[in-house]
C-alpha cells in the first residue's frame, strides 16, 4: 500500500529490523542466546530468542548465538566459549577504528571462528536498509549504482552515464580495501549443523542449473520497509550482470509465511492459465519454497525492465493507464476457471464486516449509513470474482520489452473483487505523477480524478468504462467498487497500524488516514452526481 511519507514507526518494527542480520545465519530463532552489548541491540536479541544470557555473567557453553559490538579479545574469546559447536557470533564495528576489514577478520579467526562473512551494513548497523557482503563481485555494485542514478536523474543524460561507469568500480574497491565507517560480521564456531541462506541458494542454483557455478553468485539483501510486515528480501545476482537473478522472500513474522505461501500459488496458477496473446501480463516465476532454520523462505525469478515510475510523463499518462487495464483485464479473464472458495456476495461481506471500526470517528453516522446503502446496490448482483494482487500500483511494475511486468504478489488473493486492483492502480499513478504525499494534496488530486471533465479524470473513467464493458460489469457497478477499493485498503492501513501501534493508538490514526479523506470525498460526490 502507498503510504503518505512519515517518520512514524513502531517499537515493533524497530525492534525487528534491529536483528534483520540474523536471517544471514544458520540460527535465525536461536533458542539460547549470549549478549555482550545494551540498549536497543540486547532487547532486540532477547526478543528473538527463548533465552538470553547477559554477556557480562556468561558461563554456558551450549548458547546458538553470541552478540558483541566492537568487542576486545577477551569478549571474543568469552563468547567463542560460550557457543556450542556450530554456533553462530554476531558481531558489530566500527571499521575505522578497529583496523578495517582484514583487522576485524584476523580477530575472529584468532579467537577460534572459522567460515567469516563480513558485511557492509548501510547506512549504519543499527538501521540497516541492506547489507551487501564484501565478498560480492560486481554486479551488485553495478545494480546499486543503477538504484542511485534512477533516483538521482529521471532521464537518461551525460551525467548520469558517468556515475553507472564510475561508481561500482569506486564502491567495489571501497569494500574490498574495508574502509568503511560501519562493518558487521557472522562467524562460526566449528562448521554449522544446518546451511545459511546463503548455502541453501548455492544449492538449490546447482540443481536447476547444473552446467552453472555457484562460483559467481552474489547477493543483497534488503532489510527496509515501515512495517513489521515487510519482507526480508535476498537479491541474488549471476556473473556480472547488474539484474538480479532471483528474489528470495523471508518474513521477519512467522505468521506471515501464510502470504508468501499464498503468494506463491497464485503465481504457479496464473502461469498455468491460458493466456491471452493480446496482452502479455508478466509475473515472476517460482523457482523454490521451503522451511529453512525453521523460517519459510520463497525465491522466485526476478523480472527485469525500467520501472515504471522512471518511464511514466505527463504525456503517455493515457498510454499506460489503458495498459494496466489491457492488463487487469487479461489477469481477471485468466482467473475466471476453476471452483471459487466464496461468492462475490460472500467476499462484499467480509470485506465489509468491520465497517463501523474502519470507519472509528472519521466518519458521520450519515456518511456510514451511505456507505451501506451504495453497497446495497452491488451485493445482490452476482459479479466475477478475480485473481487480484492487492498492492497493484506503479512501485511494483516494471516496463518491460514485451509489456508491464508486475511483482510482489505477497498480498494477492484469488477470489477477489473486479476492478479493485485498477482503481488503486490508476488512483496511486495519479499521484506519483502529481507527486502528492500529504492527505489534503491527494485528496484534491482523487477530486480530479473523479470529474471526467478533468484531464486526469477522463483518463480515470475511460479505463474504468472500458474494464466494465470487457468483463461484462454494469455501469452502475463502478462506483460501488470504487468505494469498495478504499474500504479494502482501510482495512489493510487499519489492521497494519493495530499491529505496529495498538489498538488504543486507533483513535489519533484515524485524522491522518488519507485512505477515510478519500472515502468521505467519494461519499461526496456519489451524493452529488447521483
Not at 185 to 209: C, H, M
Amino acid at each position: 500500500m502507498i503510504r503518505p511519507r512519515t517518520k512514524q514507526t513502531s517499537a515493533l518494527n524497530r525492534e525487528l529490523r534491529r536483528v534483520d542480520w540474523r536471517f544471514l545465519t544458520s540460527a535465525p530463532q536461536p533458542k539460547k542466546s549470549v549478549c555482550f552489548a545494551g540498549g536497543l541491540l540486547a532487547k532486540s536479541v532477547a526478543g528473538i530468542s527463548g533465552h538470553t544470557i547477559d554477556g557480562r555473567f556468561a558461563s554456558a557453553d551450549d548458547c546458538d548465538l553470541a552478540v558483541a559490538v566492537n568487542p576486545d579479545s577477551s569478549t571474543l574469546q568469552t563468547a567463542h566459549a560460550t557457543l556450542r559447536p556450530g554456533g553462530v557470533c554476531y558481531t558489530e564495528w566500527a571499521a575505522w577504528r578497529k583496523g578495517g576489514a582484514q583487522r576485524i577478520q584476523d580477530q575472529l579467526q584468532k579467537a577460534g571462528f572459522s567460515r567469516v562473512h563480513l558485511y557492509w551494513p548501510y547506512p549504519a548497523c543499527a538501521r540497516s536498509r541492506f547489507l551487501l557482503p564484501l565478498s560480492a563481485h560486481r554486479a551488485p555494485y553495478r545494480y546499486l549504482a543503477r538504484r542511485v542514478t534512477d533516483k538521482l536523474f529521471k532521464d537518461d543524460n551525460l551525467i548520469s552515464r558517468a556515475v553507472l561507469a564510475v561508481f561500482p568500480g569506486l564502491l567495489h574497491l571501497v569494500l574490498r580495501m574495508g574502509f568503511l565507517p560501519y562493518l558487521s560480521a557472522v562467524a562460526y564456531k566449528n562448521d554449522p549443523q544446518t546451511p545459511d541462506v546463503f548455502e541453501f541458494i548455492r544449492g538449490e542454483w546447482s540443481r536447476l542449473y547444473p552446467k552453472s557455478s555457484t562460483d559467481q553468485l552474489s547477493y543483497i539483501v534488503e532489510m527496509g520497509g515501515s512495517q513489521s510486515t515487510n519482507k526480508i528480501v535476498c537479491l541474488v545476482f549471476a556473473s556480472s550482470n547488474p539484474c538480479p537473478q532471483w528474489v528470495i522472500k523471508l518474513p521477519r513474522m512467522p505468521a506471515d509465511a501464510q502470504t508468501l505461501q499464498q503468494g506463491r500459488e497464485i503465481l504457479k496458477n496464473l502461469h498455468l492459465a491460458d493466456s491471452d496473446k493480446s496482452c502479455v501480463i508478466r509475473v515472476p516465476r517460482t523457482v523454490f519454497a521451503c522451511e529453512l532454520n525453521g523460517v519459510w523462505m520463497s525465491g522466485e525469478e526476478a523480472l527485469d525492465g525500467i520501472p515504471l515510475k522512471k518511464y511514466m510523463r505527463p504525456d503517455n499518462l493515457r498510454a499506460i493507464a489503458l495498459k494496466l487495464t489491457d492488463w487487469q483485464v487479461t489477469l481477471a479473464k485468466q482467473s475466471w476457471s476453476g471452483s471459487r472458495t466464496v461468492t462475490s456476495q460472500q467476499a462484499i461481506e467480509l470485506l465489509t464486516a468491520d465497517l463501523d471500526i474502519l470507519a472509528g470517528k472519521g466518519l458521520q453516522p450519515e456518511e456510514l449509513a451511505q456507505t451501506r446503502s451504495i453497497l446495497m446496490k452491488i451485493k445482490s448482483d452476482t459479479i466475477p470474482l478475480v485473481c487480484v494482487h492487492n498492492d497493484f500500483s506503479i512501485h511494483n511494475m516494471f516496463w518491460m520489452t514485451d509489456g508491464i511486468g508486475v511483482f510482489d504478489w505477497t498480498d494477492s488473493d484469488w477470489d477477489g473483487l473486479p476492478m479493485l486492483d485498477l482503481v488503486y492502480a490508476l488512483s496511486t499513478l495519479a499521484f506519483t505523477l502529481e507527486g502528492v504525499w500529504n492527505v489534503s494534496s491527494r485528496l484534491a488530486t482523487y477530486h480530479r480524478l473523479l470529474n471526467p471533465r478533468t484531464k486526469l479524470g477522463s483518463v480515470f473513467n475511460e479505463c474504468l468504462a472500458s474494464y466494465a464493458e470487457q468483463l461484462g460489469l454494469r455501469l452502475g457497478h463502478i462506483a460501488p467498487l470504487r468505494l469498495l477499493t478504499l474500504i479494502l485498503h482501510r482495512n489493510f492501513e487499519y489492521h497494519n497500524h493495530k499491529l505496529e501501534f495498538g489498538a488504543q493508538t486507533q483513535t489519533g490514526h484515524v485524522h491522518q488516514s488519507w485512505i477515510l479523506s478519500l472515502w468521505k470525498a467519494e461519499l461526496h460526490w456519489q451524493k452529488l452526481n447521483n
